[in-house]
């Protein structure tokens, strides 16, 4: 008995291998078709082993007709039943590996909404596919920057030109004029130039800190900076503009100093606020009041804010107020005030300090914001 048994381990082992190299073989010949068919042999082989080894086990143990019909078309059945199986398994694998490739292929040359394929895909390719499509969005926004940020140069390159090429007509012409001797106020054209090319020298200035601040430079020193006393200083400094315009400036701040301490570049912050107290006192009709606030929010952030009497901003305008080169004139005339650039030099400065700038209309006129986080220390300089 023990014999019998040994004997139809060994041949049943024996057709299993024999069957299982075959298989091997075949699966060896087809690794570089479609992985639908290699999942259909990988399926195939081990039933088939299993119906050889069956079979001569029945002629072995010399087993009736009748069982050996039942036990062979059970397993046919469930050779039947593994091949569908993994038909259906190698279609969605297959489905879902093309519209991975689908998706691959359009990365970064088609920026739109891809359809999905439709059909259930294993848990992996639908991860894969997921990360694609985030992937797609990033590109997306970052194409969308890009243009943006190309459409803002080359508006930038026009409005320098056109704000470059007036004064320099001008120079030219009562250069022309000092030289003919034709004109008689002689200091009074000398004066005229200076004050053209000054003009020119801050929109030089202004183009050179816009891409210094473009470029991220490697961050200077540091210090605690009031916004309390840098608001009171920008106002002294823009009292004369502002009572030049029939326009009031007038700072409203609490009187804890620490509180609205920052952590920055006292130069650069009191550049982007001057930028914004000079924008506002341009906009304000005469008699009307530009107002800077310093106060503190809920979460511990300092703000300051600028309001002013301008009439607001239309809606469409808002989202590009910070552009570079956007200006609210129709018209650019040399003293429509500077290059267009003083609120994006203040976004830039303000960023760089890991804060936030936002605009928005108020009652009679808007309101600009800055969102400074507060310095960790007490001190203040």
Known sequence: MNRDMATILALTTLWTLVVAAVGAVVLWRFRRRSLRITMIVAALAPMAGALAAVLQSVRAMFISEHDSW???????????????????????????????????????????????????????????????????????????????????????????????????????????????????????????????????????????????????????????????????????????????????????????????????????????????????????????????TVDREMDGRVRLAVTDGCGGIPADDLERVFDVGWRGDEQRTPDAGGGGLGLAIARGVVESHDGKIAVSNIDGGCAFEIDLPPVLASRVE
């Open 70 to 292: 039942v036990v062979l078309w059970t397993l046919a059945f469930a050779a039947l039943l593994g091949l569908a199986m993994s038909v259906l398994l190698g279609h969605w694998i297959t489905v879902g590996s093309r519209d991975v490739g689908r998706r691959l292929r359009h990365l970064g040359t088609s920026y739109e909404p891809t359809e999905a394929a439709g059909v259930v895909v294993p848990a992996e390719l639908a991860a894969l596919t997921n990360e694609l499509e985030m992937t797609r969005k990033k590109l997306a926004a970052s194409h969308e920057r890009e243009r943006a940020l190309e459409t803002s140069r080359r508006e930038l390159v026009a409005f320098m030109s056109h704000d470059l090429r007036t004064p320099l007509a001008g120079l030219r012409a009562v250069s022309e004029g000092l030289e003919d001797g034709v004109i008689d106020d002689v200091p009074g054209a000398l004066r005229q130039m200076r004050s053209t090319v000054d003009r020119m020298t801050g929109l030089v200035d202004d183009l050179f800190e816009l891409s210094r601040l473009s470029t991220a430079p490697p961050p200077r020193r540091r210090s605690a900076v009031s916004l309390r006393e840098l608001a009171e200083d920008v106002a002294g400094e823009n009292n004369e503009h502002a009572r030049a315009e029939g326009v009031q400036l007038a700072v409203s701040t609490p009187g804890d100093d620490d509180r609205l301490a920052v952590q920055g570049d006292p130069d650069e912050l009191t550049r982007a606020v001057t930028n914004l107290v000079g924008n506002a006192i341009r906009h304000t009709s005469a008699g009307g009041t530009v107002t800077l």
